[in-house]
């Protein structure tokens, strides 16, 4: 059964089948440090809530997707994700590097698409019901049922204005899906948020694609969240999730200034090594040849001014 927005969808498709083959089929051989590399975790570090609160222009990595910006006087949230598991299945390894009742109320939450690790309806019921939620098309009544009444749906390229922010909402190569009978019901994407102090780029999930020069070409970035884990296996997970090298030629792309990582560390989704996305990302780095302060590789709760 095709969706609303089959025809934007990421090709080829992953069905049942394919998931079948893959956690039942046979496994892609392991590296032979898969074990220690597997122990990896990013740290959790103190800071984030105070900096947050300071009014400064910060980002703060939260965990998995989840950033907290604060951005032209606003505090911004995209793809908040708070809860102890997705939805009961995959356990958190990480606490979130801000308790939620130490991160400042927001001004504007984002969500990229409806997959559950993105749009997380139990934290999201526990958000500020002044704030400002912006998704993309298709997703507004889900949000509208957690008691929020300021909702935004946008088209790709279209853009809304709070305050000194305009919001747009750009193409990502994935789908989106919550049961069965609504795959790609709903649209997906990632957001280019233009304030005062800059542009930042939020891609939520996505593959390689032109779209990254499609972006790069319309806006200059100076900060790009891009997706570094939920690559392995390649021949199922490629058409949707990008790995650590083509997240890196995706920001080559862009032309954007710094690389923030996410979507690392988190949750264990996929069947590459918890600690082998910073490891990869940092090697191919440095065989480019590329200035290392532009990779920002946080801690949860780490800060850093956007400046």
């Known amino acids: ?33 898969w074990k220690d590399m597997d122990a990896v975790r990013p740290a959790v570090v103190d800071g984030g809530a105070v900096a947050l609160a300071s009014g400064d222009p910060v980002a703060v990595w939260i965990g998995h997707a989840t950033w907290a910006l604060r951005l032209g006087g606003k505090l911004v949230l995209v793809d908040p994700i708070w809860s102890k598991s997705i ?11 801000v308790p939620l009742d130490q991160t400042p109320a927001a001004d504007i939450v984002l969500v990229t ?13 526990k958000l500020s019901p002044e704030a400002t939620y912006i998704v993309p098309l298709g997703n ?32 990502a190569r994935h789908w989106s899906m ?18 005062p102090e800059g542009v930042a780029y939020h891609s939520g999930d ?22 570094t884990g939920g690559y392995a296996p390649r021949w199922f997970m490629e058409p949707q999730h990008v790995d650590p090298v083509e ?29 082998e996305p910073p490891e990869r990302l940092r090697a191919y780095w440095g065989e480019r040849g590329w ?14 001014p956007l400046r």
């Open 206 to 227: 996505t593959a390689y694609g032109e779209h990254f020069a499609e972006i790069g070409a319309r806006f200059s970035i100076d900060w790009a969240m891009l997706p």
């Open 140 to 171: 507004g009544p889900r949000i509208a049922k957690l008691g929020h009444a300021r909702i935004v749906e946008l088209d790709w390229w279209k853009s809304h204005i709070v305050g000194d922010l305009e919001i747009t909402l750009v193409p």
């Open 291 to 304: 200035d290392a302060s532009r990779l920002w590789i946080l801690d949860a709760g780490e800060a850093r």
């Open 87 to 97: 939805s009961g299945v995959a356990p958190r390894l990480v606490a979130p590097g």
């Open 178 to 195: 919550r049961m069965p009978w609504n795959r790609n019901d709903t649209l997906w994407g990632g957001y280019v948020i233009e304030g």
């Open 247 to 275: 997240a890196a030629r995706g920001f080559e792309a862009l032309g954007a200034k710094n690389f923030l990582a996410m979507h690392w560390g988190t949750y264990r989704l996929t069947d590459e090594a918890i600690g």
């Open 1 to 33: 059964m095709s969706g609303r927005f089959q025809e934007r969808a990421t090709n080829p498709t992953r069905g049942p089948g394919d998931i079948l083959k893959w956690k039942l089929g046979k496994k892609e051989p392991r590296r032979e440090d």
């Open 113 to 125: 698409h409806d997959h559950r690790d993105h749009m997380d309806l139990p934290t999201l019921g």
